[in-house]
Each structure stands twice: as structure tokens, then as C-alpha cells.
């Protein structure tokens, strides 16, 4: 089996200090896995660990955690191309890829909301944004668009292709007929048009013709009660509308194990579901549970992708 490419990310952040901090548990995907960072930091790693890796950027860079720089930028740029790259060329299986700062990539001419939007780019399809945690497990609809566009997004298409995505995420985790919430727009759904008229002018139809396909599909459901019904267990999965409907509430239950996925492209995408932590890096407190979800996550999806 290929190797899951790893990307440092901005190597001013947090992610150097929480991949090197996963090698030290010499995890058994360890021979599993390769390293895409800057020179020195890969010489200080393989000094101690075997590994595979692959260097990017200027081999003098140093690392200076916690400040930013464009060359730290045009280095996590390089180590994107390089994961992307080797998937598209059969190199690696996967890609876990390190946080990066979206204001200094913007920088250097990284001209996408995200790094799910790089990959679409890059291999081509249509993603799909979803996280799973140690409790929760959430996908998008929308994500990186202003709340004000979010309503004319919500077509057949893209909710077609949500809960499609939800329903084999759902599946990966166990459930052989997965039962698959979804959030309403507005407050309370739409209260039958009293609060908003999306649900039952656009949502509700389009998931009625869905239910067909997916038998345990809800129609849509009051959004500030929906997670905590699925963390009861009445639900395996919950689709929400938009970023933040559904960030927050799998942040605050979630925040140390859950991972980003990028769905729906011929290659996976995984990464830990924080940001750069520029305030925190170098000083030894960043955790590094989300990474290793990511990677194992990764491990199971390419498994899975490789064996259908």
C-alpha cells in the first residue's frame, strides 16, 4: 500500500511540534506514512526516527514557531503540491495535511477559500466537507461562503451530494442503514413557515424525493436540538446547512479528536480540525489527538477506497 502523504503546514504553527509529537509515540502507521516539511525540520526527525520523508522550500529554512513568514507560507504551499502531486501520480494513498494560515498563503498566491478547495482544484470533483470526532459526525452542505449566500445554495445537487457523502461516512463508522439528520435553516425549521419558508418551499421537497434513496433520511429538524439528538444515539449522522451551524456545536463536544474530511474526490484528504495556533507553537501545550484521528482516519478511508 502507498504511503498517506503528511504536510507540515505553516511551519511557524503548531503542526511541526504535533507531528513530531506523533512520530515519538512511534504509532504503527509510523512506516505508513511520509513527512512533507521543510529540510532541517525532517533531518532533526529522521536523526532519531525511521521514516519516510520528502523535503520542501530553501534547505536552510529554520523554524521560528509562532512567527509567520512568507517563505514558512511558500513552504506549505510546496509541501500541497508535493501531497496533491503524489496522488495524482499513485505516490501516496492519502493526504493528512498540516493547518495552514490562510491570510499568509493568500500571500503567496494561494488563491482558494481553503485546502479543500485546493484539492478539488488539483484532482478534480466535486468535495464534500465533513468531520468526524470522538462523539460526532457532521457534514456540510455549504462552507466557506458568506451566511447571506448560503440559501441560494441549497439546491438538489448539493444537497444530493451531502448526503450521499453522509450516508458512506456513516456507513465507514458502522451503521448499516445509517439514520441521517438534517438541520433546518431557519429557527425551529422554519416553525411551518411562521420563522422562514426555505424548509418547506425548498429543503423538505428536495429530501422527500432523497428519501427514496435513503430510507432513514429525516426531513429537516430543528438544528438546536438536532446534535444533541444525535449524540443520544437517535441519529448517526447530521447534515448541516452551513460552516458554523455545524462547527460549533461539534467544536465544543469534539475539539481535541475531530478531523476535517474532504469527500468526494478520487483521493482523501484528512486533517486535524484546528488552526495554526501561532500563539501556542513552540511552547510544548499543543495536543496532538485530532492529528492522530486524522491519520487513522486516513489509513481507513484509503484502505476502504482501495479495496471497493
Known sequence: ?????????????????????????????????????????????????????????????????????????????????????????????????????????????????????????????????????????VVLVTWHIPLIDVAEHLNTDNLAHAIESANQLAIVYGAKQPRIGVCGL?????????????????????????????PRLSLCQAADTLFWRHLQGEFDIVVALYHDQGLGPLKTIDFDTAVNITLGLPSIRTSPDHGTGFNIAGKGIARHKSLNQAIELAHKLSSVVLSA
Open 1 to 137: 500500500m502507498n504511503k498517506i502523504a503528511i504536510t507540515s503546514g505553516d511551519p511557524a504553527g503548531v503542526g511541526p511540534e504535533i507531528i513530531e509529537n506523533w512520530v515519538k509515540e512511534k504509532n504503527p502507521l509510523l512506516e505508513s506514512v511520509c513527512l512533507i516539511g521543510p529540510t532541517t525540520w525532517l533531518e532533526h526527525i529522521v536523526e532519531k526516527y525511521s521514516i519516510a520523508t520528502q523535503s520542501v522550500g530553501p534547505k536552510s529554512f529554520q523554524i521560528m514557531a509562532g512567527e509567520p513568514s512568507l517563505t514558512g507560507a511558500e513552504i506549505a504551499m510546496e509541501a500541497l503540491e508535493t501531497a496533491a502531486s503524489g496522488c495524482i501520480d499513485k505516490r501516496f494513498s492519502a493526504v493528512v495535511s498540516g493547518p495552514i494560515s490562510k491570510i499568509w498563503m493568500k500571500r503567496v498566491g494561494f488563491d482558494y477559500p481553503g485546502q479543500t478547495e485546493f484539492f478539488a482544484h488539483r484532482w478534480g470533483g466535486t468535495p464534500v466537507m465533513a468531520f468526524a470526532g470522538g462523539r460526532m459526525r
Open 186 to 214: 431557519n429557527p425551529h425549521a422554519g416553525e411551518e413557515g411562521i420563522l422562514g419558508e426555505e424548509e418547506a418551499l425548498i429543503i423538505n421537497p428536495i429530501l422527500k424525493k432523497l428519501g427514496g434513496k435513503y
